[in-house]
């Protein structure tokens, strides 16, 4: 190991994250540092990593989780807290067996025909590879987390804690069994979550069906989008103020086709202006009409087979799909004259959100939890602040939620999942609940008992994420110093899925809240501002980028610009500035360390002897520091890298290190040397830098560390040294204010330069009125005339010198003037030349232009957007060539 990590003598000439990332990765998990100590007299921080979904790989979106919740991690280390970063796997029951079931069907086969075991282990073992390369990936990411914590929610420890849950909700109550309607997933063969299905706007119709009379002649006509679900109908109902159907109150009407006898009934639940103002109740297949069948005790029938074929109650249409009887159905209507009419319809329609069929709302025995005394306490969390939600308008959205919270499906028919922990008796008919494996009927004692067929919803088990993974329902020290965790770092887009429920569940089961802050992150958009998704082509794997452009460079390009709440475009062109940033920090520290070696000083800064730009650099560094902690505390990390970068970018490496390029050039014997402040300031910097680009300022701060006195070599690694501190002292208005000047100067003469196309190699003459800077100022007269390639340079004592001369150019600056000799920039007699010549072509082009624009041929004949280009060039013609008069004035 240590062979390997020796820092060559020479650093290569450019940046090779390639080379150095698994490098460091294996140093840090080989010395333990993701691993915290557990120190009762020290606050922790913690983070308990959302668990990526055992179904894939990580993408985009994980990735930006990973940097996140990383950046927080390693500066809390720094911070010298002991920091645990729990990370984990989900076995994302519905979705991993889709995903395993779309496989079996490659090979020909099913589930059902392979059987519930072996498909079982088939899924199992996909899971196993899948979580290894889960974790591998989350390493190339830079992720700093405990592994030797590292969690499966079917771990035995997890899976526990869900049959405990369970165990302790049943016995409150708080759990139970009934029948309900339900979205049922054909496709998947289970129940969902109201939150599991996606609703689309659908262009359907909207059918009017006459239903007879059976005893009076006479009719009914109800208009449905679902002409099947006639066939489950056990009931028309009317509103009771309707005057319309005051008389058939009471009568019964013939459905057709199974030609069963069912009642009209009076419902205050029936809108008065939706179609006829009379429908059909359906009490199997509706939320709705499940609620009026419940008032007014209708029969529910049920006419769906689990995979949507139509079952026994169906008569003629049995053994069809729901979609093949629709139209069997309209047809057989419309034959005997009971369609009366068809109407185009726009409605929402519910889908499976994880195989996108169709969902069908069907009246199902299932188990519940009752969320509602469950979210009084999420939302008393919330209002009293001990769980802060940022960005903070999202805690109306929680709230909102939360008071209109549903009772909550937590039973599905699969095969993958949590078992629910319940055991039917099969003699005395009653059921068991028990945490372990149950032997025999707590009722009767008989052993002729069965478990539940069905698992519970994954998020069952995600909801008691935070407590589970440190070892509840046992008093481990983990849970006592862990719990409550400190953020909850996740997207926004599962606030209700997830968030929501583990704060119910953490205060139900710890009777403490989960965590303290609950952080959101936005969608991760393409350049166009689309969402990334398979379908649109428009996916970034993290893994190929990261090989692309460097582990930093995408962490970069993924902090930058990121706010809490808001959606973020990761762009080619922000992965490109992150790679060319780790460049231009490799080329900074390359500089450093041989001005280091080829200088051989002393590295103490020798603090009363600093030249302005030494105390400028440090002002500016500690403004930075203390702003960037600021804005770390506040979790703008966007922001705070930001200012880190254009601190290290555009004043240190633009400015400080040229400046001290000329000041090294030019040293004389005795003169105070910029090395000691270069490396202070570089080393400095690399530790800010550190949890964001994590790779290369290790690497970095490697090869400055070796050419540093001993006193440096006690910190082993980047990642535990002190995350730096701001020095309110070294903050320097003075010095700020002559380095602006200087670098205002500057670059005004470089603009200049730029924009009369002056040849790189040409100097120019300048003369500079500094007014009270000047004796400031006037020691940067090298600097400038380096930097700027200005020869020779004059000081002014005062404005008048500025000469009013036809042949100069005064730039006007915040504290300063600067006049710069045209004849120094350009050949005045061919500039002159070539202007007139580009006036008079100019001219020409615009007496045409004028000429055509008069023309009543052109005008009367030509479309109008060709006359409106024509008049747009004139104008843009017209606006050049004042431009050109104006620069010829020299
Ligand atoms: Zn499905
Ligand atoms: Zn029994």
């Known amino acids: 190991m240590t062979e390997e990590l020796s820092v060559q003598y020479e650093m290569p000439k450019a940046y090779e994250p390639g ?16 691993k915290p100590e557990i120190d009762p007299g020290k606050k922790p921080f913690v983070i308990i990593m959302p668990p990526p979904n055992v179904t894939g790989e990580l993408h985009v979106g994980h990735a930006l989780t990973a940097t996140l919740e990383d950046i927080m991690t390693r500066w809390h280390r720094m911070k010298g807290e002991p920091t645990l970063w729990l990370p984990g796997v989900d076995h994302a029951g519905i979705a991993t067996q889709v995903v395993v079931e779309q496989m079996l069907a490659k090979e020909g086969l099913d589930r059902h025909k392979l059987g519930k075991e072996k498909t079982q282990e088939r899924i199992r073992q996909w899971a196993e590879s899948r979580r290894k390369i889960i974790a591998q990936q989350h390493q190339r990411l830079g992720a700093s987390c405990d592994w030797s914590r590292e969690r499966f929610t079917l771990d035995e420890g997890p899976s526990r804690a869900v049959r405990t849950a369970f165990f302790r909700l049943y016995n409150k109550g708080l759990i139970y069994q009934g029948e309900r309607i339900i979205n049922w997933c054909p496709r998947c063969a289970t129940a969902l979550s109201d939150l599991e299905v996606e609703h689309k706007e659908i262009q359907g119709h909207l059918y009017y069906v006459r239903y007879h009379l059976a005893e009076d002649d006479g009719f009914i006509t109800v208009a449905t989008t679902r002409p099947e679900t006639i066939l489950g109908d056990t009931a028309v109902a009317v509103n009771p103020e309707d005057e319309r ?40 297949h509706d939320p709705v009409d499940f609620e009026v069948a419940q008032r007014q005790g209708l029969p529910l029938v049920n006419i769906l087979n689990l995979d ?10 049995t053994g069809l799909d729901r979609f093949t009887c629709r139209e069997a159905i309209l047809s057989d209507l419309d034959k005997d004259g009971l369609l009366v009419k068809v109407e ?89 609940v028990t945490i372990e494996e149950a032997k025999s009927c707590r009722h009767c004692g008989s052993a002729n008992i069965e478990q539940d067929p069905d698992v519970l919803d994954t998020w069952f088990s995600s ?4 407590h589970s993974t440190l070892g509840w329902p046992d008093d481990t020290e983990e849970l006592g110093y862990f719990y409550p965790t400190t953020v909850m770092e996740t997207g926004y887009d599962i606030l209700f899925f997830w968030v929501a429920r583990m704060v119910m569940m953490g205060l139900e089961d710890t009777g403490n809240i989960p965590f303290r802050t609950v952080y959101l992150h936005g969608l991760i958009r393409d350049e166009k501002g689309e969402k990334m998704s398979k379908i649109r082509g428009n996916v970034l794997n993290p893994i190929e980028t990261l090989e692309k452009y460097g582990t930093d460079a995408l962490r970069f390009a993924l902090s930058t610009g990121t706010s809490p709440g808001n959606d973020l475009k990761l762009t080619t062109s922000r992965l490109e500035a992150g790679r060319n940033f780790a460049n231009k920090l490799w080329n900074a520290s390359r500089f450093v360390v041989r001005s280091i070696e080829s200088n051989r000083t002393d590295l103490k800064i020798q603090w009363d002897l600093l030249a302005v730009e030494d105390r400028w650099i440090l002002s500016r560094l500690n403004s930075t520091l203390s702003s960037v902690t600021r804005l770390m505390e506040d979790f703008q990390f966007g922001e705070a890298q930001r200012q880190i970068y254009e601190f290290l970018w555009g004043e240190f490496c633009d400015w400080y290190i040229e400046i001290a390029k000329v000041r090294l050039h030019s040293i004389g014997e005795g003169a105070l040397s910029p090395i000691p402040v270069l490396v ?65 100067i500057i670059h005004s003469i470089r603009n200049t330069r730029a924009q009369y196309k002056v040849e790189s190699k040409r100097w120019i003459e300048a003369k500079i009125y500094a007014g009270e800077l000047t004796l400031d100022i006037t020691p940067y007269s090298q600097a400038i005339q380096t930097l700027a390639r200005v020869r020779p340079i004059t000081f002014l004592d005062s404005k008048r010198e500025v000469p009013a001369s036809e042949n100069a150019l005064v730039l006007v600056l915040k504290e300063s003037e600067v006049v710069i000799s045209m004849e120094s920039m350009v050949n005045l007699e061919a500039e002159r030349r070539r202007l007139q010549k580009e006036i008079e072509q100019s001219q020409a082009e615009v007496v045409q232009l004028e000429a055509r624009l008069k023309d009543e041929a052109f005008l009367t004949k030509a479309p109008a957007s060709v006359i409106d280009k024509e008049r747009q060039k004139l104008y843009t013609l017209t606006d050049k060539l004042e431009r050109l008069k104006q620069q010829i004035k020299f």
């Open 245 to 284: 159907f005051k008389a058939m109150l009471g009568k019964k009407v013939i459905l057709p086709a199974v030609n069963r006898e069912i009642p009209i009934v009076a419902d205050e639940a029936v809108d008065l202006s939706f179609g006829t103002g009379a429908v059909k109740i359906t009490p199997a």
């Open 19 to 34: 080379k150095v990332e698994a490098k460091w990765y294996q140093f840090w998990l080989e010395k333990g540092y993701f």
């Open 463 to 466: 909801a008691l994420w935070t």
């Open 680 to 744: 202070y300031v570089l080393e400095t910097s690399l530790r800010l830098l550190h949890p964001y680009m994590p790779f290369v300022t290790e690497e970095l701060w490697q090869n400055l560390k070796k050419r540093l006195p001993s006193d440096w070599q006690q910190v082993e690694s980047i990642m535990v040294a002190n995350y730096p501190e701001a020095d309110k002292a070294a903050i320097d208005p003075q010095s700020e204010r002559i380095i602006e000047s200087v670098i205002e």
């Open 344 to 432: 185009p319809y726009s409605h929402s329609i519910g889908h499976c959100c994880r195989c996108q069929v169709i969902i069908e709302p069907v009246a199902s025995k299932q188990w519940f939890i009752n969320t509602q005394p469950l979210a009084q306490a999420a939302i008393k969390a919330v209002l009293d602040g001990r769980i802060t939600i940022i960005p903070e308008r999202f805690t109306k959205v929680y709230l909102n939620w939360m008071e209109n919270i549903r009772d909550w499906c937590i039973s599905r028919q699969l095969w993958w999942g949590h078992r629910i922990p319940v055991w039917y008796c099969h003699d005395c008919g009653d059921l068991t």
């Open 308 to 317: 949507a074929t139509m079952n026994e109650n169906a008569g003629p249409y």
